[in-house]
């Protein structure tokens, strides 16, 4: 919810021109990346793309509730988009990056274990909150029938209100949205600390070993820098609060898998062109 | 469409502001390369100004960029401006000297680039959008630039990532004790983005005053710079290190009685109530 109230933009539809113009960019972005680093800096700018892609379909998934679930009167988790993509995206992060020198496999899953943990939790523990500690139940505003248990809210729903706490659909939903932040976020940084540890040690002229905590940090850094672009993209898309997969505003999500391809291959581009150039 | 809701009456224009905070960051950030000019690094500190005024200016373009209801919370925008800001200024310090001005161009293309997508691809539809974000992408990379540049002595790569430790009384060059080596930056990014998000934040609301929210901005960006003045013990020498901590700890305490000042000015009433005495003996 805006703080200051006004007309929230968005609606449904994509803008064709823009998303012409933004491919066109997104497109140069990939070719200059050719020229400068060739095929191998190409294919990780690809992997870059397709992770700020995940990052920015998953936020779809998490139950965004804001201010208005904070007071019981909407449902989802009672915080912004930002916050919630950086916590299970960073969370992701972490459980990944330990995994780096395991294989592209084995971290990608620590990734999206550590992200799809870190909102299971989050998830238990705001019903808690809900159900022990303000005393409302689980109920969609949304829809009628919970699509995977079955359950019915409208009896439950009190009136005034879009709804209010975690329903199991958007807990579900809240564990899918982890899941592919984190596994966005380390597929970033993975594809990063590859290409540093291939190229860093030319550059600055010193063993692979020496350049390692370089390499981390940078592929690291770039990694968060990326992940919340592609955050708060996704977030400007569904415009305040969101509940999980069943809500209309998730069939939005093509716009924002096109706005976070252009923005990573731009961004990905310039984390490239450190050790290109 | 949006509907704009002004958010203050009166203050300075954002132009002055951003004038203002551009030359005035740019200006500070330069004046750390003394320290190259000097040999000494004493005028670290000058860093941690440039970014002071920086968060100043991000502040008020958060108003101006907020004031059109974005329908994510003020920090969203905070996030973006450093996650596109952090990527452009690593890839600035790379080019020596020039680098506060490469920052400024490489985040301005970043940020058209990421205002382009908000407003027409995810069709959000707001006037202000692209410009807002450019200003936002250099606001968030000098001002990483300014505090880089305060815990290191330099904004130049190579002094970045190049640090010495001492092991068994002998000093070797080491990557890992660097300013980027060292995961600095992570640090930096979230002292810089939660000062750059929480003044218009904490301030918004009927009442809002543009002077308030600065003076807030600049309470939060030199509350920043006394985290940075610790890290840079680490780093430059301790005389310099102990005079970048003077500067933040009385820019700081200026900035917060000032602050207080002008909330008690916008309050309505101000209580000033006394703490509870325990009764001598315990109770």
């Known amino acids: 919810m805006s703080a200051l109230g006004g007309g929230a933009g968005g609606g449904e539809g994509m803008n064709p021109t823009a998303t012409i113009v933004g491919l066109v960019i997104m497109l140069i972005a990939l070719a200059a990346t050719f020229v400068v680093g060739g095929m191998s800096a190409a294919l990780?700018?690809?992997?870059?793309?397709?992770?700020?892609?995940?990052?920015?379909?998953?936020?779809?998934?998490?139950?965004?509730?804001?201010a208005p679930a904070a007071m019981g009167q909407a449902p989802g988790i009672a915080t912004g988009v930002a916050m919630l993509a950086a916590g299970a995206g960073l969370a992701g992060l972490f459980g990944g990056a330990w995994a780096a020198e395991l294989g592209l496999a084995v971290a990608l899953a620590g990734g999206a274990v550590g992200g799809g943990l870190m909102m299971a939790i989050t998830c238990m523990f705001v019903n808690i909150v809900y159900v022990f500690g303000m005393g409302i139940p689980s109920a969609s505003g949304k829809v009628d029938k919970d699509p995977i248990t079955g359950d019915t809210f409208p009896a439950y729903k009190s009136q005034g209100t879009e709804g209010h706490g975690l329903p199991f659909i958007s807990y579900v939903g809240g564990v899918i949205g982890g899941a592919l932040g984190g596994l966005g976020g380390t597929l970033i940084y993975l594809q990063l600390l590859f290409l540093y540890e291939e190229m860093l040690p030319a550059m600055l002229n010193a063993s692979a070993e020496e350049i390692l905590p370089v390499?981390?940090?940078?592929?690291?850094?770039?990694?968060?820098?990326?992940?919340?672009?592609?955050?708060?993209?996704?977030a400007y898309n569904i415009t305040g609060t969101i509940e999980g997969p069943h809500d209309p505003k998730f069939k939005r999500f093509p716009r924002a898998i096109v706005g976070a391809a252009i923005a990573s291959a731009v961004c990905g581009l310039v984390a490239i062109l450190i050790v290109a150039v | 469409m949006s509907v704009k809701i002004e958010a203050s009456e009166g203050g300075r224009p954002h132009n002055e502001i951003l004038?203002?905070?551009?030359?005035?960051?740019?200006?500070?950030?330069?004046l750390t390369?003394?320290?190259?000019?000097?040999?000494?690094?004493?005028?670290?500190?000058?860093?941690?100004l440039g970014a002071v005024i920086a968060l100043a200016w991000g502040s008020d373009t958060i108003?101006?960029?907020?004031?059109y209801g974005l329908g994510t919370g003020v920090p969203s925008a905070g996030m973006i401006a450093f996650g596109s800001g952090v990527i452009a200024m690593l890839f600035a310090t790379k080019f020596g000297i020039a680098a506060p001005?490469?920052?400024?161009?490489?985040?301005?293309?970043?940020?058209?680039?990421?205002?382009?997508?908000?407003?027409?691809?995810?069709?959000?539809?707001?006037?202000?959008?692209?410009?807002?974000?450019?200003?936002?992408?250099?606001?968030?990379?000098?001002?990483?630039?300014?505090?880089?540049?305060?815990?290191?002595?330099?904004?130049?790569?190579?002094?970045?990532?190049?640090g010495s430790t001492t092991v068994f009384g002998i000093e070797i060059a080491s990557y890992g004790s660097s300013v980027i080596g060292g995961s600095v930056l992570a640090v930096i990014f979230i002292l810089g983005s939660i000062a750059v998000q929480h003044p218009f934040n904490a301030c918004l609301g009927p009442g809002e005053q543009q002077d308030r929210t600065l003076m807030l901005a600049a309470e939060c960006g030199f509350l920043s710079m006394?985290?940075?003045?610790?890290?840079?013990?680490?780093?430059?020498?301790?005389?310099?290190?102990?005079?970048?901590?003077?500067?933040?700890?009385?820019g700081w305490a200026y900035t917060y009685m000032e602050y207080i000042k002008l909330s008690r000015r916008d309050a309505y009433d101000?209580?000033?109530?006394k703490p509870i005495h325990e009764p001598k003996g315990g109770a």
Do not use: Q, R
């Open chain 2, 33 to 48: 390369y003394l320290n190259v000019l000097t040999g000494t690094e004493i005028f670290s500190f000058f860093g941690g």
């Open chain 2, 63 to 67: 108003k101006h960029l907020c004031s």
């Open chain 2, 226 to 250: 006394i985290g940075v003045a610790v890290i840079s013990f680490a780093f430059i020498g301790f005389g310099s290190a102990v005079v970048a901590l003077l500067v933040s700890i009385i």
């Open chain 2, 19 to 30: 004038g203002f905070g551009l030359i005035g960051s740019l200006v500070c950030i330069y």
């Open chain 2, 101 to 162: 001005v490469a920052a400024l161009v490489i985040a301005a293309l970043l940020g058209a680039v990421i205002g382009y997508v908000s407003d027409k691809v995810v069709s959000m539809n707001i006037p202000v959008m692209v410009i807002s974000l450019i200003e936002l992408a250099i606001v968030g990379a000098l001002t990483m630039m300014g505090l880089a540049a305060m815990a290191g002595g330099s904004f130049m790569f190579a002094d970045l990532v190049a």
């Open chain 1, 215 to 234: 390499a981390v940090s940078l592929a690291g850094i770039f990694a968060i820098g990326m992940f919340l672009v592609n955050a708060v993209i996704a």
């Open chain 1, 44 to 66: 990780v700018l690809v992997g870059i793309i397709i992770g700020g892609v995940l990052v920015g379909f998953g936020v779809h998934f998490v139950p965004v509730g804001g």
């Open chain 2, 270 to 273: 101000w209580l000033d109530a």
